[in-house]
């Protein structure tokens, strides 16, 4: 018990003072194999080492890099005037329109924060020259953002993928239904909160010359997710390679066809990531140390065991659990999350029923509501930097959509074909 506490508090304790997620791990699990463990503190950086040694991972990398170089290359635009023609002229319009780009967008970058920071960038000043009010306006993107690590391909469905042994492309099926369904809810709840304060639509008027003309300016943005998850569940790349060919379709398009792309503009977008993937992969090794000191420690069959003598009940032991994984990803960073807390509840709910690639949705769901949720997240310190909103100021409304999330959430728990529908 002692080591848990050590392992765990210490961890939350130093993120709570301000320490970066990463060195509040490492510092933590330090501590911990210096004072419970027999072993030698070297088998650390053995660890950290063998937590990266995955070519799986290197889809990371290379999902961030398209994601910024469709942002800079003239996609994201095109996809939200698709958006706009399609449905900005109802109640609510622009915000259902963050939310469907988000959605698209998602659907090439696997990235929640790219995600929120693409369409943010491009809508959040636009509702607010139309009066949306700007807490709405950026905590709906915010929350529009997290879309991006559902709806396929998803970089947390690599991590858990990686971290369980699960197929990653059995993962990415799944999150079709479920990602679809948090657009849907969404924007109901973005329609009812326009409708009640006034939030007007688009000046486009919907027909059909607008649409076609939109739809055949986003023809090529709208490839992009066709050809990634085409490709990958054709068999012709695996969701690696899919990464790189997202990188070498997104310079295409954008130096060739949009032509919004510029060498500077590339540059910077390498630059960007790879300050971006250096931060994740230190988070993604000291975690992968931690998880084997937490599988040495058997910290999962105690857990199992802790949670298994309050009750033997299958819906109040998956309920107690999603409310766990709440506040864990209201604190904590979802690439340590699912690298650490995967391999603790797998066996419990596989010795439930529940399916791996279910209980990868879940946990990813889970975790991607925390994205919106304060006092840790992650979209909303984004769209806080483009609307120049304080994120404290953002929490109200973030509750309101996290509760709207919520529901997609209990959906996918008890319903399983919510997420094996599609799944062969």
């Not at 659907?107 to 924060?113: E, H, L, R």
């Not at 009066?131 to 915010?142: C, D, I, P």
């Not at 050809?227 to 790349?237: K, N, S, T």
Request: charged letters at 10%.
């Amino acid at each position: 018990m002692g080591s848990i506490v050590m392992l765990f508090g210490g961890m939350i304790l130093l993120i709570f003072i301000g320490v970066p997620v990463g060195y509040a791990i490492g510092l933590s699990t330090i501590c911990t194999y210096a004072a419970y463990s027999n072993v030698s503190i070297s088998l650390i950086s053995q660890n950290c080492f063998t937590g990266l040694n995955s070519f799986v991972l290197l889809a990371i990398p290379f999902f961030i890099l398209a994601g910024v170089i469709m942002g800079e290359g003239g996609i994201a635009k095109r996809l939200v005037d698709l958006a706009d023609a399609v449905i900005g002229f109802v109640t609510g319009g622009l915000g259902m329109v963050a939310i469907l780009t988000s959605t698209f967008f998602g659907a090439i970058t696997g990235s929640g924060n790219a995600t929120t920071s693409a369409v943010g960038a491009l809508l959040i000043p636009s509702m607010e020259e139309k009066k949306y009010g700007r807490v709405f306006s950026s905590t709906l993107v915010a929350s529009a953002g997290a879309i991006g690590i559902i709806i396929p391909p998803s970089i947390p469905f690599v991590i858990y993928g990686v971290s369980t042994g699960t197929s990653i492309g059995d993962l990415f099926i799944a999150g079709i239904i479920p990602g679809l369904l948090m657009a849907l809810v969404l924007m109901v709840a973005c329609y009812i909160i326009s409708k009640k304060n006034g939030y007007g639509g688009s000046d486009t008027r919907p027909n059909a010359k607008h649409i076609l003309i939109a739809a055949k300016n986003g023809i090529w943005a709208l490839l992009a997710p066709v050809i990634i998850l085409g490709g990958i569940y054709a068999g012709i790349f695996t969701p690696t390679e899919s990464a790189v060919v997202a990188v070498v379709y997104s310079i295409l398009v954008g130096f060739f066809i949009y032509r919004e792309l510029t060498i500077k503009k590339l540059l910077d977008a390498i630059y960007k990531t790879a300050i971006i993937n250096g931060i994740t992969s230190f988070i993604i090794a000291f975690s992968a140390s931690m998880c084997k000191f937490i599988s040495i420690e058997r910290i999962p069959d105690m857990i199992c065991d802790a949670i298994t003598s309050i009750t033997d009940s299958k819906i109040i032991i998956l309920l107690l659990l999603n409310i766990v994984l709440l506040l864990i990803g209201m604190l904590i960073d979802i690439i340590p999350a699912i690298i650490i807390l995967a391999p603790i509840f797998l066996p419990l709910v596989e010795s439930y029923g529940m399916s791996p690639i279910q209980f990868g949705v879940m946990l990813v769901l889970n975790l991607g509501i925390g994205f919106v949720t304060p006092p840790y997240g992650s979209t909303l310190f984004v769209a806080s930097a483009i609307s120049k909103i304080p994120v404290d100021r953002m929490f109200k409304t973030a509750f309101v959509f996290t509760g709207v999330l919520s529901i997609v959430l209990l959906i996918v728990t008890y319903i399983p074909a919510a997420s094996l529908l599609l799944v062969q």
